[in-house]
């Protein structure tokens, strides 16, 4: 651009601000805000949705986990004829993306196999994106919490981790209150909540939790949690508390891992991370290990959830990938579910049996979210972080 | 062309005339025709974009980010650090991209071609192999994990170091100084010899040739490249993450990235309209502070050899200030990038090294069973759809971005015109790829009129590729264009030349360096762009960006790098045949 034509894009500025103000553009339809009704295929029995499956000959899955790669060939396998195009995508764009798609009317995926919960759940389900799915041979081993309003098919953990090399006799903090006072500043670690849902639904359950924190307090101190001013709650002055004792917050879980996990440190940093990261520790030199008998608690669980995509093109090949991401009936779930079955990760099927090597969920003592309440204080609890 | 009939002499009879005459002059109509592709491609996603913040539920967001106890650390705080970054980015890249061009261009230093291949490189590599580079430095004891060579060598790093502002300004300095280099590369070598050469003849130093002939004729290359860097780096979320997080040194574009994988899209677009806002300003302010300065007009169709630059006795410092620059920006983050994928632990150098991840079969020890890059077919695929994909925009860019460009450099009426195609052309790099790529979807995903939905087709992402690229095609093209006299075209049109013949046979031709260097630009960008293509890529077809970026979710970073590898020796590749292809297109350079 010519210097001086430059100066007049001061004016232009003003005119394409006035045409964006304007509005007029982009027809935005606002989601459907109510949820979708009962698919008519949700009763078919297993064989007609397999004969119905062979005439769609495809079915597109959205998943966040690249996993779904070796789920594609396993499918294939077992359904000769139709076809499982997977794309690992991450569970926010999977959001934006199938919002997008619905406004457009042209949802390009038949599943959602996503995270996010309550994101998820209030406005994908809520929004009628999503629609859930139960097949019935499986309802009555997956407790209700996990068929309603969408389908699980396992656990998923963000927990508090340290590091076993430097502390075999077990994890070095007993009370998360621990995190707040001067041994551990500046050596605690996690992903930044502002950037990264999961652990922003950590933070919000530690505030929904309120009551366990100031419990914990009581335990640890032998005092009552004293709130500062403008703090609600013992779940956020811990929070507060945290933040104001050096808590190192980084882009990336990897990043979590290798610096609490990392072989050969004097005095390495704890971590909120995965627990299934463990299973990586010899591969990457890492010593991970769950920070067991953490009270209140050592962290959340969440669900990975199933959902079939509202108005998409192949309901009935649909139901049978839900069908199939939920293992067979034998105790592991056999090759369908095997890619989930992994130390950490905790399959919902009460009549599969839970991975070994890693602590059972009950002695992991996590707290399970409820995505519906998470989501009423979850905006609330982000707003907090942004004051601190 | 329709006869008129004579107008009527009355004042609107006048005003029909006068647009009637503004209508047959080619130039005004080429205006007119590109700000309407434009509209359609910029101006309407962004519509969408504001729209989004106005409905219901997202008003609040306005109010959220500018006036609430968050504010501070939502909006004016990484504000700041968002101008610090980008200015000391601009600043940064123009003086080392201008140095490393004079270089490379005026002077007789040896293997100066390698060189300006070099200097090329870095922004064609991922922003994380830069950051990664520093971390393997200067990373100190802060976060916990391994410490980079100097803490392992007993030297204290303080913070301020590893982390927060300056890390991220040198390295987002590193990673865009390439940009400011193609273009006042491009710049210096179209000056004309005869004008160095007289100055010289009048006895001024080698020193004052630079300064008062060669830098005021790459003025608006520096401009252009300054605005580039500036807007990439306040852009930039990957670098800020990495080594601002661990001090809480927030920019908007991780406050935005934030919100919106956080559920909260309407406060993302907020910040990004803000930062739309602060980089125009930014522009304006840049336009007071270089004043009116006339272009100067290097092209003139007279005598065309290129001088160099005799350094007597400089010659060796300044060949040594320059490869170290080099070495530390290009060779360094290379070599850091290569060696990642090669390393049997992620990112951990003492672990032993091995090719499994490039050409090892399927094994369980390694990446859950994942085989090498090179043993797996996809790869083959999806490399070839992203160079398609490159091409196909690069092309489309490059055309619709050397017409904006005349259309700004050439129009003599309104000045609203080329200032609104300006900004217009500008703002695509501020909206965030992820936005830009769902305004797409609306836009474009259900049927309009005759054209059917266009989702899901490599259509679209082309669309929006050439939507998401047009700041660096006008960018490239403004500052090649206004380097060509009007003499030249003066003359064709005496010999009788259209518009478009001139545009095909005058000037495309003879700003062929600046043209192929947005084209390059333009293929790098899309090549190696992810958060664009993430949410359009259609599923049928794979590019190698989102191949990585799935891999390094999965954290399988040796895979990711690998990969990373490939895009970057792909865009390496387009650049040296671009260079090619431009000396073809100039045959009277041969001799330079």
Known sequence: MRLSGMLSASAALPLALALVACGGGTPQEPAADTPAEPHELDSATHEELVELAQEEGTVT???????????????????????????????SEQITRLRSESQAGAPSADVAYISDAPVVITELVAGGVLQNYVPPRVAETVPQEYREPLLANRLSTKILMYNEEAHPDGSPVENLWQLTEEEWNGRVVMVDPAVRGD?????????????????????????????????????????????????????????????????????????????????????????????????????????????????????????????????????????????????????????????????????????????????????????????? | MPTAPPPRRTAAGVRLARARTALTRPTAVLGACTLLILTVLVVAPLVGLVNTTLMEGGRDAWGDVFASPMSENLLWRPMGNSILVGVATAAGSTVIGGFLAWVVVMTRIPGRWLLGLLATIPFALPSFALALAWESVFRNGLIGGSTGILVNLGVAVPDWLAWGPVPVSATLTAHYFSLSFMLIAAALASVNGDLMEAAELTGASTLRVARDIALPVVAPAMVSGALLAFAEGVSNFVTPALLGLPVRFHTLSTRLYGAISTGDVSRGYVLSIVLIVVAAMIMYASTRLTGGRRNFATITGKGGRRRSVDLGPWARPVAALAWLLVACTTVVPGAVLVLSSLTRRTNDFTSGFTLHYWIGGSDPAFAQGRPGILNNPQILQATGNTVLLGVCVALGAGVLGLLVSYAITRSTGSRWLPGTLGVVSFVPFLIPGIALGAAFIAQFGAPIGPIPSLYGTFAILVLAGIAATIPFAVRSGTSALSQVSRDVEESAVMAGAGLFRRIGAVIAPLTARGLFTGGVLVFVQMVRDLSLVVLLATPAMPVLAVLTYQYSSENFTQLANAVTVVIAVISVGATVLARRLEGAAQPWNQNS
């Open chain 1, 61 to 91: 899955v959205y998943s966040f986990t690249s996993r779904i790669a070796s789920i594609e060939a396993e499918f294939e396998a077992a359904y000769p004829g139709i076809d499982l195009v997977g794309h690992d995508i991450s569970s």
């Open chain 1, 199 to 388: 652990y922003l639904d950590l933070m919000a359950e530690i505030v929904r939790r309120s009551d366990e924190m100031a419990q914990a307090h009581q335990e640890h101190f032998g005092s009552e949690v004293s709130l500062d001013e403008g703090v609600e709650n013992a779940g956020r002055q811990f929070i507060k508390d945290l933040y104001a004792n050096g808590l190192v917050l980084v882009d990336d879980t990897d990043n979590v891992n290798q610096a609490v996990g990392g072989t050969g440190q004097e005095d390495p940093p704890v971590g909120i991370t995965s627990y299934s990261d463990r299973r990586d520790n010899e591969e990457e030199g890492w010593a991970l290990q769950a920070s067991l008998g953490t009270v209140p608690s050592t962290g959340i669980t969440f669900p990975a959830y199933i959902g079939m995509v509202n108005g998409a093109a192949n309901p009935a090949a649909a139901r049978l990938v839900a069908d199939f991401l939920m293992g067979d009936d034998s105790e592991t779930g056999g090759p369908s579910f095997e890619p989930f079955y992994v130390p950490g990760d905790y399959p919902v099927r009460t009549d599969m049996a839970q991975p070994g090597d890693a602590a059972p969920l009950e002695e992991l003592g996590a707290w399970d979210i409820v995505p519906e309440e998470t989501a009423q204080i979850r905006d609330g609890v982000a707003d907090f972080l942004l004051t601190l």
